[in-house]
C-alpha cells in the first residue's frame, strides 16, 4: 500500500497547482450545492488535501519544490478561507478568479504600495487627494522603475556573489562538517541564508519596474521583502516588511476573518495566523527536507509568542526603537536554527539545484573579479568557531 501511495503521490505530484485550480472551480461552481458554510469547508479541506498529500512526490532539496508547495498551500488557505465566507455565494466569477490568482501576479493599486518609502516612515501614508486611478507623469514614471532597475540589478550582484560565499562556507568535506557542529557557525550560515532571500531574486524589482510603465502608474507589483532589517519591532518584521505575500494572505484570510466573524481579540487571531503559518513552514520542511518538521513549526509558534509578549510588555513605546530592534533581531537570530537551520544543514545541495546557480556560471566571473570572495577570512572564522576550538 505504501509503495503504490508513493507511487501514486510520485505522479501527481507535477500537476498539484493545476488540481488546486480544479479544485477552485469545483469550489466556485458547486458553492450553492452546501449553502453551510460549515458544510463547505470541510469539503474544501478535503479535496485540497488531496493536492497538499501530492506534493511529497516531488524531489527534496530543490527551490521548485519549495515554491510549489508554498504556492500551493497558500491557494488551499485561501480556499478553505473563501469557502467559509458568507460572501462567497454572491461573489462574481471574475472577482473570485482575480481574488486566487492574485497570488502569482500580486498586482496591487499604485496608492496601496508603501514599499518605495523610507523604512519608518509608512504610517499613515495615503495618496493625494484625488490621484487615485489617475495616470503618472512620465518623468516620474521613469525615475521609479529606473529605481527599481537598479535594485534588481544589485540584487543580482549580490546574489551571485552571496552564492559564492555560502557554497564557500557549506562546502563539502571538512567545512560543512564543521558549520554543522557547531552552533555559532550554524547560525552565521542562517544570516547567510536570510541574506540571500531577501536580496537574491531580482524578478521582483523587474516586475516592480514594468507593470507601472505599462499600467502608466495605475499598478505596481507588490514588494516582497520592504527593508525587513529596517523593522523596528517583530510584529512589524512579520506583518509588514518580511515575506509580504504570506502576511497578506495571514492577514486577510486568517487574521481579519477570525476578528471581523468570529469576534476573537487581536492576541487569539494572531496567534491563530502564526500557527497557520506554523502549519504551512512544516509541510515546506516535509516536503523539502524529509525532516524538521518539528522545529520548523516550533520557530513560528515562538515567534507568534515573541509578538504577544512584545505587543504586552509593549517594548517599542516603554524602551523605544532602538531596544525593540534589538529585541527582535536577538530572538530571529536566536531561533533562526529551528528553521533556517535545515537549509543551513542541507549543505549545498539546495543551493546547486537553485536557478541562480545557471545566472551565477554566466555572471558570476565579472562580479567576483569586482568583489572576490573571502576564502581565507571564511577558513578562518570556521576553524575558530568549529568543533576543534569550541
Known amino acids: ?9 510520485r505522479g501527481m505530484a507535477p500537476y498539484a497547482v493545476p488540481i488546486t485550480g480544479a479544485i477552485a472551480v469545483g469550489l466556485y461552481v458547486l458553492r450553492r450545492a452546501f449553502p453551510s458554510e460549515r458544510a463547505r469547508a470541510t469539503v474544501t479541506l478535503a479535496a485540497c488535501a488531496v493536492p497538499m498529500a501530492s506534493l511529497s512526490g516531488l524531489p527534496c532539496l530543490t527551490p521548485s519544490t519549495m515554491m510549489t508547495t508554498a504556492l500551493v498551500d497558500m491557494m488551499c488557505i485561501h480556499l478553505v478561507s473563501t469557502a467559509a465566507d458568507p460572501l462567497l455565494q454572491s461573489t462574481s466569477a471574475r472577482d473570485y478568479a482575480c481574488h486566487l490568482l492574485w497570488y502569482l501576479l500580486p498586482i496591487i493599486r499604485t496608492e496601496d504600495d508603501s514599499a518605495h518609502l523610507p523604512p519608518g516612515h509608512d504610517e499613515g501614508h495615503a495618496p493625494d487627494p484625488g490621484s487615485e ?6 518623468a516620474h514614471l521613469l525615475q521609479r522603475s529606473a529605481i527599481s ?10 546574489g551571485v556573489w552571496l552564492h559564492a560565499v555560502v557554497l564557500t562556507f557549506l562546502a563539502p568535506g571538512h567545512h560543512s562538517d564543521a558549520v554543522t557542529s557547531s552552533r555559532t557557525l550554524t547560525q552565521l550560515g542562517c544570516f547567510l541564508f536570510f541574506s540571500m532571500v531577501l536580496g537574491s531574486d531580482p524578478s521582483n524589482d523587474l516586475l516592480r519596474a514594468a507593470v507601472p510603465l505599462l499600467s502608466r502608474g495605475r499598478y505596481t507589483v507588490l514588494a516582497f ?5 529596517a523593522s523596528r519591532s517583530l510584529a512589524e518584521f512579520w506583518g509588514r516588511r518580511y515575506n509580504r505575500l504570506v502576511s497578506a494572505l495571514l492577514r486577510d484570510r486568517v487574521y481579519t476573518q477570525l476578528r471581523r466573524k468570529r469576534q476573537w481579540n487581536a492576541q487569539e487571531a ?4 502564526f500557527a497557520v503559518s506554523a502549519l504551512l513552514h512544516c509541510h515546506v520542511a516535509h516536503t523539502v ?5 518539528a522545529s520548523a513549526g516550533a520557530f513560528f509558534i515562538i515567534q507568534g509568542l515573541a509578538v504577544a509578549m512584545e505587543r504586552h510588555v509593549r517594548i517599542r513605546q516603554s524602551f523605544g526603537d532602538t531596544a525593540c530592534r534589538v529585541w527582535a533581531l536577538s530572538i530571529l537570530l536566536a531561533t533562526a536554527p529551528l528553521y533556517m537551520g535545515l537549509m543551513v544543514h542541507s549543505g549545498a545541495a539546495l543551493l546547486t539545484a537553485s536557478p541562480l546557480t545557471g545566472v551565477a556560471a554566466a555572471v558570476q566571473p565579472m562580479v567576483l573579479r569586482v568583489a572576490p570572495v573571502p576564502q581565507a ?4 572564522v570556521i576553524r575558530h568557531f568549529g568543533p576543534t576550538k569550541s
Not at 133 to 138: A, E, L, S, T, Y
Open 270 to 273: 494572531s496567534m491563530t495566523a
Open 149 to 158: 532597475l537598479g535594485h534588481a540589478l544589485a540584487k543580482l550582484f549580490g
Open 1 to 9: 500500500v505504501s509503495s503504490m501511495l508513493d507511487t501514486l503521490c
Open 133 to 138: 486611478g489617475r495616470p503618472m507623469g512620465w
Open 377 to 380: 577570512a571564511i577558513s578562518g
Open 289 to 293: 527536507f524529509r525532516h524538521g518538521i
Open 225 to 229: 521583502n520592504d527593508w525587513a532589517l
